[in-house]
């Protein structure tokens, strides 16, 4: 059985946290819950190096460190889920939860140990800028698909065909059931850590960190048709020049920029 460690750290106050969670990101964290007083990450217990997790901390961080098996995490996760709407655009919500009304797409998501859920301010943002985005008939990739709810969006949207992709197996198995639940026939998804095999697409999706963007700046570039449109997240407003710079090498220009608790996202055109 796939063994994950939840790290707890208390007391950090919400700027430590945020910029906390942008930092153990790239060590290989990629699911968390943030609480005034609070914030808990989760790392599959494999991928997990001491030394570069100390070195992430700030002075002074106190954590504490638990072991978890699949079973114990989802009723964790579960029992902590809670519905999550956009606006009157979108309303994501577990089955065990009642049906949401007032939203144009309701989304079902099981909750398990994949990132984007909307509860984070990345997801959420994503979600927003997809909104001002015609999808119909358009091809699109969805890099670091996490728990699918980008991928299923954008069928909702109209899309003909989502190639979503996820290096991480958990990932792969929570995004396809999701899938599944929501009725979702034109997506189909892959286990990869990169976009070698993925269509040349006219939407490119990508929730991850910055790390992850940057070395693949080149080849997200290259998956784009001309006119093409990313939608970018996962990165600290700190962070914004160094992703911009990046990705305008590549001949990407910025449209639209929305930030929300420390965090960024770019809608950028080829």
């Known amino acids: 059985m796939k063994m994950y460690l939840k790290v707890t750290f208390s007391p950090i106050n919400q700027e430590a946290s945020e910029i906390l969670m942008a930092q153990l990101a790239e ?9 005034e007083e609070s914030l808990v ?3 599959i217990k494999a991928d997990y190096n001491e030394a570069d997790f100390m070195s992430s901390l700030p002075e002074k961080t106190g954590f504490i460190v638990e072991e978890l098996a699949d079973r114990n995490w989802n009723q964790l996760w579960e029992a902590d889920f809670k519905p999550v ?3 009157d655009f979108v309303g994501i919500r577990a089955g065990f939860h009642p049906g949401l009304s007032g939203v144009l797409h309701e989304i079902v998501i099981t909750p398990k140990m994949s990132f984007g859920t909307g509860h984070h301010a990345t997801t959420e943002m994503m979600v927003r800028l997809m909104r001002g985005v015609d999808f119909r008939g358009k091809k699109v990739v969805d890099f670091g698909t996490g728990t ?3 991928s299923i969006l954008a069928a909702m949207r109209g899309a003909s ?8 197996e958990w990932s792969i198995d929570n995004a396809v059931e999701n899938i599944q639940n929501n009725n979702c026939k034109t997506i189909e998804v892959h286990q990869a850590a990169d976009l070698a ?3 040349a697409s006219d939407i490119v999706l990508a929730n991850i960190n910055l790390n992850v963007l940057l070395a693949h700046v080149s080849e997200i570039g290259d ?3 001309p006119s ?5 997240s996962g990165v600290l407003e700190t962070d914004e020049e160094k992703l911009v710079s990046s990705f305008e090498n590549e001949g990407f220009s910025t449209i639209r920029k929305i930030n929300k608790g420390g965090w960024m996202a770019l809608m950028m055109k080829k």
């Open 85 to 87: 709407v956009v606006d």
């Open 223 to 225: 998956k784009i048709l």
């Open 228 to 232: 093409g449109i990313i939608i970018l």
């Open 27 to 35: 060590i290989g964290f990629y699911a968390f819950e943030e609480s």
């Open 161 to 168: 065909s989502v190639y979503a992709v996820d290096n991480d």
């Open 197 to 199: 095999k993925a269509p």
């Open 148 to 150: 699918g709810v980008l």
């Open 41 to 43: 990450g989760y790392i």
